[in-house]
């Protein structure tokens, strides 16, 4: 890469955490895992029970790692936006996901991020979004159609590989078919490594596995990129292959994989969880359902856009509830950085190197803000109550600043296309012999851990 696109003092990407923080209020909990089951069986009761208990800044362990918590849209704001660029994303994130992120746009820091970003954006282009409907169409249509085959359904394995297809389509310029179980089984194993305990690349343990299953990842994306060089295309990845830094050069082979791992993750996983959460929710509420059904049979036409302003105007009820899932159960419960040097953080002096943690399933549940917080309620994003909009930065389900997901509109596409379509061809409900909610597994997405069974009845 260009050498202009580092960030002028690196010296943070070698210095280990700091771990010094018997200064703030809090508590480790157990022994090198800290409270780390606390937090993966429910987010936001073990954050919130630090925040009663020690205030808005407060020191925690999770897996080995000391870190301080920053709690509040004040917070989020400072990290995300960061107006001194003091905050490493990269060193952030560095401890759990290195291994398996290294390269991709969140793994980036300041001017470096900028560049990288800038190259990403090129390839989300226009053209490149009108191409994506129609394949995002195409290929919602043909699965969720194939779903009434049966009059029972694991939702989760099902829409995920309807995401995973949609990605490789848009993403890649590949049609999966034979090959979708391996790359999903493989994604799957990856993720699984996310939250090992035991972080060795040995054979025979599940991080050992993750780190086998990303390497075949790495593979099957390395072997389509030389096609993509030499023949282009309008996928994203041929953007990528095209694309030049500052010197203009092109990106290395590593580089190009790197990214579209993240993203083929990214766009596939995070969806799923939402679409997943969401389809449980109605099954729960058969007359919000109905009300979502009329909105979605009102859409002209086989295949709408959802670029025309007038569309989007009629999912206003399917808009609603993208959002209040996302409330719920933000992508990425917790945002991680690392402060590069000593500085005061609103009224907090944070000793470089510390690791901070903002909590966007504590936020989007704070009391103070949010009226029955834990409740679904799709109608506080409506205006006249519009709850999410009571401070800039209470409602953060895709980040903030610089490193704002960049493949947001992406994921509220594929949540119209893949929702409009489910509710014009089927009614759902919770399987007949369901006992009650299946325990939410929180990360690295939410999901319900039975993959939520479904009866379907087809709309004639």
Known sequence: MSAHAAAPDTDYLSKPDNRRLEQFPGAYGLPYLGYVFDLLKDPFACVDRHYRRHGPVCRT?????????????????????????????????????????????LMRDFAEHRLHRRLMMSAFKAESARLQIHDVNALCQRHIAAWGE????????????????????????????????????????????????????WPGFGYGRAMAARRSLARFIGQRLPAKRHDGGA???????????????????????DHMLFLLLAAHDTTTSALTMAAYYLALDSGLQERLRE???????????????????????????FNETLR???????????????????????????????????CHRMAEFW???????????????????????????????????????????????????????????????????????????????DDLPLRLLRID
Request: proline share 7%; glycine share 6%; net charge neutral.
């Open 61 to 105: 362990r999770l897996t080995g790692q000391e870190l301080l918590w920053a709690l509040g849209p004040d917070f989020n704001r400072e990290l995300t936006t960061d107006p001194r660029q003091i905050y490493s994303a990269r060193m952030g994130y560095d401890g759990p996901l290195r291994d398996f992120f290294a390269g991709g746009l």
């Open 150 to 201: 049966h009059t029972s359904l694991l939702f989760y394995p099902a829409v995920k590989k309807l995401l995973l297809d949609i990605a490789a389509r848009v993403f890649l310029g590949l049609d999966l078919e034979a090959e979708i179980e391996r790359v999903n089984a493989d994604f799957l194993r990856m993720m699984a490594g996310v939250l090992a305990i035991v972080r060795k690349d």
């Open 235 to 257: 996928d994203v990845m041929s953007e990528f292959a095209a694309a030049r830094d500052d010197d203009g050069q092109p990106l290395p082979d590593q580089v190009v994989i």
């Open 295 to 321: 909105e979605a049979r009102a859409l002209p036409g086989d295949q709408p856009s959802y670029e025309d302003a007038r569309e989007n105007d009629r999912l206003a009820g399917i808009e609603c509830v």
């Open 328 to 362: 719920l159960h933000p992508p990425v419960p917790q945002l991680m950085r690392r402060i590069v040097r000593d500085a005061d953080v609103l009224g907090h002096a944070i000793p470089a190197d510390t690791l901070i943690a903002i909590s966007p399933v504590f």
């Open 371 to 449: 009226r029955e917080p834990h409740r679904f309620d799709p109608a506080r994003f409506a205006p006249g109550r519009a709850e999410h909009k009571a401070h800039t930065h209470l409602f953060i389900p895709f980040g903030g600043g610089a490193h704002k997901c960049i493949g947001m509109h992406f994921a509220d596409l594929l949540f119209k296309c893949a929702m409009t379509q489910l509710l014009r061809r089927y009614r759902w409900s919770l399987a007949a012999d369901y006992r009650g909610a299946a325990p939410i597994v929180h990360f690295p997405f939410a999901k319900l851990r």
